[in-house]
């Protein structure tokens, strides 16, 4: 599998979940790399903006920012690899996370499988940006999607971003939990047309501010808490964030 490469090792860390719906569980990530989309805002720019590719990211004007080489960011793994490298961490609940983990969804769930049945692992949850539509086989492995439709904030083209059969699929997933990344007030108009179009329960819906910073995170959730206050959904901090900053594997 291509998993995100950090140190020569695969970027697999045990910490505690900063977002969603479990924010607060300690959890083992796994974070795949490569994804389907190109939010300008991505904070995890190093699993997809390789070198030669024409998408924009909002650090490109920041001084030394290049695009990744594939190559030093990838890091190909195998199953037995990967088990004994989860195993490491004495912790059975897994985030698998990317980039998009849906896109290598057929090795995934041969992972996952056997995490299960060598019982290193008991509940696993994935973060998936809802364009991609989970296999039978992956889907039985699976306890809980944390899905985060993009929105016009994200500079996705609508038609990468919004796949109507996919979100549809999800909405009625009992597994599925629903996470908007918020940047304005505004935002909000397009996810109550995402909630309406796809009848998305709001109570799945979760708004979390987008941010990388504790003063952008407090800047945003003045207005954001609010918001959920009017409209009855739920809050998410990026938990990680104030507790650890915006690092990498933590
Ligand atoms: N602690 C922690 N919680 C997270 N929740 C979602 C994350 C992600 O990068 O997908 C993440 C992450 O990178 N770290
Ligand atoms: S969908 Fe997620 S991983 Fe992919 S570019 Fe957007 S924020 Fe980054
Ligand atoms: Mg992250």
């Known amino acids: 599998m291509k998993i995100a490469k950090l140190s020569g090792n695969a970027e697999i860390f045990h910490t505690i979940q900063g977002e969603g ?3 607060g569980l300690p959890c083992i990530f796994l974070r795949l790399s490569l994804c389907n989309l190109h939010c300008t805002w991505c904070d995890t720019d190093y699993t997809w903006n390789w070198e030669g ?12 920012y290049k695009k990744f080489s594939k190559e030093e960011q990838i890091l190909e793994a195998g199953i037995e690899y990967l088990l004994e490298e989860i195993s490491k961490f004495n912790c059975p ?6 980039g998009e983990p849906l896109m290598q969804q057929k090795d995934l769930a041969v992972l996952l499988q056997a995490l299960r049945e060598e019982k290193i692992i008991e509940h696993i949850e994935i973060e998936t940006n809802g364009t991609l539509m989970p296999i039978a086989d992956l889907d039985l492995q ?7 439709p ?3 904030n994200s500079g996705n083209p609508d038609k990468l971003r919004i796949r109507p059969e996919i979100l549809d699929w999800f909405a009625r997933s009992p597994k599925a939990n629903f996470k908007f ?3 304005a007030p505004k935002d909000l108009y397009e996810i109550e047309e995402l909630i309406r179009s796809f009848g998305i329960p709001s109570n799945k819906v979760i708004l979390m501010p987008l941010g990388t910073s504790i003063d952008s995170l407090d800047e945003r959730e003045k207005w954001l808490t609010e918001i959920c206050k009017n409209k009855g959904f739920r809050f998410s901090d990026r938990m990680h964030i104030r507790l650890f900053g915006n690092k990498r594997g933590v």
């Open 53 to 64: 590719t024409p998408f924009s990211h909002v650090n490109d004007t920041q001084p030394g």
């Open 142 to 148: 699976v306890d809980q999607y944390n899905v985060s």
């Open 181 to 183: 990344v918020c940047a």
């Open 150 to 152: 993009k929105l016009t």
């Open 21 to 23: 719906k479990s924010s």
């Open 93 to 98: 609940n897994l985030v698998v996370t990317g």
